[in-house]
Every structure is written in structure tokens, then in C-alpha cells.
């Protein structure tokens, strides 16, 4: 399970950002998961709680953004959302290009 790992990470780079500000506490994170990235937010977000638990992140609620696939078409520069696994462009048939969906990013943290 690399979400662990990832939650790892996560706790981590929120830790050295934190410590930038003394004295505030870490009230909410907020991460984009793209449905390409591999990482399942459910046990992303298990994983997380595991390791905060009992530690001055316990109280921190990690806010997940699940980030469909788009893809961006080659001929006519339209953006879509991929239904269905369909990668060729709906509306002229041409190939296309990922735009979104495979993000992992830390996207804010609130600090109080």
C-alpha cells in the first residue's frame, strides 16, 4: 500500500512548512488526487489518520479534491473530461493529449 508512504510524505512536508510559523496549529490540508495518479483517496486518507493519531497533526483534517482525467485534442484544442476510457476527441475524432487527472499536489494548509 504506497498510500502509506505517501501520507508519509505528506506529514512530513506539512511538519516543515508548520515549523515556518511557530506557534500555529495545522487545521486543514488540502490535496488534489488525480484519478491517474495511482493513489486511492480512501486509504490515502486511512492512512493519514493512522499517523497522526495521538501527535499535534491529530486534530488536522485532510480534505481530499478527487481530479478527473481530461484529456486536450490535437486538431481542435478542445478540452474534455474522458468518459469510458474514450481518448479520441468527441467532437472531431482526433487523437489527444492528458491535461489533468494524474496530479498528486498539496494544494493549501490552514494554519490557526
Known sequence: MHELSIAQSLVESVR?????HPGARVVRIGLRVGDLSGVEP????FSF???VR???????TLDVER??????????????P???YA???PDCGAPTRTVGGD???MTYLELE
Open 42 to 45: 480512501d486509504a490515502l486518507k
Open 54 to 60: 495521538g501527535t499535534d497533526l491529530g486534530q488536522a
Open 103 to 105: 496530479e498528486l499536489q
Open 87 to 89: 481518448l479520441l476527441c
Open 16 to 20: 516543515t512548512e508548520a515549523t515556518a
Open 82 to 84: 474522458v468518459v469510458e
Open 67 to 80: 481530479v478527473p482525467l481530461r484529456q486536450r485534442c490535437e486538431r481542435c484544442a478542445r478540452d474534455f
Open 49 to 51: 489518520d493512522v499517523i
